[in-house]
Antibody, heavy 121, light 109 residues
Framework: EVQLVESGGGLVQRGGSLRLSCATS????????MNWVRQAPGKGLEWLSY????????YYADSVKGRLTISRDNAKRSLYLQMNNLRAEDTAVYYC??????????????WGQGTMVTVSS | QSALTQPASVSGSPGQSITISCTGT?????????VSWYQQHPGKAPKLMIY???NRPSGVSDRFSGSKSGNTASLSISGLQAEDGANYYC?????????FGGGTKLTVL
């Protein structure tokens, strides 16, 4: 069974940092691009970042550029998101999502259950 | 990276057909054939329903179809069923990033 499991969320003070992890299983992790997407309470989806299968290409949304860093460890089948200088508006459920085919950035077929990040002021 | 525009809500009766629109610009929807649609039930993770404008992933009902004309993409659902009631989001690739629509709540009456 293909599975993505996020962890690392929690309560953090404004200006603080968090590192989210996404453990994967059930597919050849090293062959697919991965993404982070978030959803603020009661709001829509917001794409945050993309990383290609071999980590050669990374993209970020303008709203988080400079504060978030995406990375992956293909040997550990894991995806990461380092989040710095957190703001109240970063409060959201954070999902990791698998690219549907190869290094596509355009379609995400498998999503984790999400991990909640709450930034207190 | 402005959000794509979707109607806030649509509704239909069981068995009917509905269409959800998603309007962007020539920099996103109009410039690439990389539009996707996601279904999300409350408290659940999104599910990919359509990718690359009109393709269905394996396991998605053929009642769901996608299309695009100019800067506007559309998701059509035929033979509405109660379980289709959910939030639907469109997305598009745009020059090194992805932009989502604001979401449309589908109510099956």
């Amino acid at each position: 069974e293909v599975q993505l499991v996020e962890s690392g969320g929690g309560l953090v003070q404004r200006g603080g940092s968090l590192r989210l992890s996404c453990a994967t299983s059930g597919f050849t992790f090293s062959k697919y691009s991965m993404n982070w997407v978030r959803q603020a309470p009661g709001k829509g989806l917001e794409w945050l970042s993309y990383i290609s299968s071999s980590s050669t290409t990374m993209y970020y949304a303008d709203s988080v550029k400079g504060r978030l860093t995406i990375s992956r460890d293909n040997a550990k089948r894991s995806l990461y998101l380092q989040m710095n200088n957190l703001r109240a508006e970063d409060t959201a459920v954070y999902y990791c999502a698998k690219g549907y085919y190869y290094d596509t950035i355009s379609a995400f077929d498998i999503w984790g259950q999400g991990t909640m990040v709450t930034v207190s002021s | 990276q402005s959000a794509l525009t979707q109607p806030a809500s649509v509704s239909g009766s069981p068995g009917q057909s509905i269409t959800i629109s998603c309007t962007g610009t020539s920099s996103d929807i109009g410039g690439y054939n990389y539009v996707s649609w996601y279904q999300q039930h409350p408290g659940k993770a999104p599910k990919l329903m359509i990718y690359d404008v009109s393709n269905r992933p394996s396991g998605v009902s053929d009642r769901f179809s996608g299309s695009k004309s100019g800067n506007t993409a559309s998701l059509s659902i035929s033979g509405l069923q109660a379980e289709d009631g959910a939030n639907y989001y469109c997305s598009s690739y745009t020059s090194g990033s992805v932009v989502f629509g604001g979401g449309t709540k589908l109510t099956v009456l």
